[in-house]
């Protein structure tokens, strides 16, 4: 009879202490939490699944990132754009937890050093605003051929090197 109610017990409390475990476990990952994530990353908030983004012991490893940003992958394996080019640490440019609100792209447009895209603002392109190139509501851009922008009188009659007779400040022939 003692073995039986022994046995009820410890059943008994093991199933309490892993309910109070899970209870605690959501709790404290709230707790711990820095700050609400941006509303571009909502959802990884709402998991509560930290290990998305963290390792445990440290912050954030690029391969994470890298894991569901493939395009920006993409950039940094062939060297092209701002990420290609510029430094390999996520965390150098963007920060996460400090609100839904929050662009975690942030930067100062209007003092942004174009050359470190490998894109040179040369001519006329120097005169245009941000949108003007970058028009789906992002920096990335997946072409630079002139013709991504620029109708192509020529109907390719010439090929992609347009600056062989074409100038940045003038699209007339010089």
């Known amino acids: ?15 309490i202490l892993f309910l109070f475990y899970t209870g605690l476990h959501i709790r404290w990952s709230r707790m ?7 509303l571009a990353h909502a959802e990884l908030d709402l998991s509560e ?7 445990k012991g440290k912050q954030i490893e690029n391969g994470k990132c890298l894991e569901c940003h493939g395009e920006i992958r993409d950039k940094m394996d062939l060297g092209l754009g701002l990420h290609g080019l510029a430094s390999e640490e996520c965390l150098d440019c963007h920060s996460e937890h400090h609100g ?10 209007e003092n942004f050093d174009h050359t470190k895209t490998g894109w040179l ?13 970058h028009i789906k509501g992002t920096f990335l851009l997946d072409k630079t051929e002139c013709a991504h922008c620029h109708q192509d009188f020529h109907e ?9 007779c074409h ?6 022939m010089e």
């Open 1 to 15: 009879m003692k073995k039986k109610y022994f046995l009820s017990l410890l059943l008994f409390s093991i199933i």
């Open 32 to 38: 711990l939490s820095p700050g609400a994530l941006s």
């Open 49 to 55: 699944d930290c290990q998305a983004c963290h390792t």
């Open 100 to 109: 839904e609100e929050t662009n975690i792209a942030y930067f100062d447009k």
């Open 121 to 133: 603002l040369e001519g006329r392109h120097r005169l245009l605003k941000c949108e003007a190139c």
């Open 156 to 164: 390719g009659e010439y090929g992609n090197e347009c600056a062989e």
């Open 167 to 172: 100038t940045q400040d003038t699209f007339r």
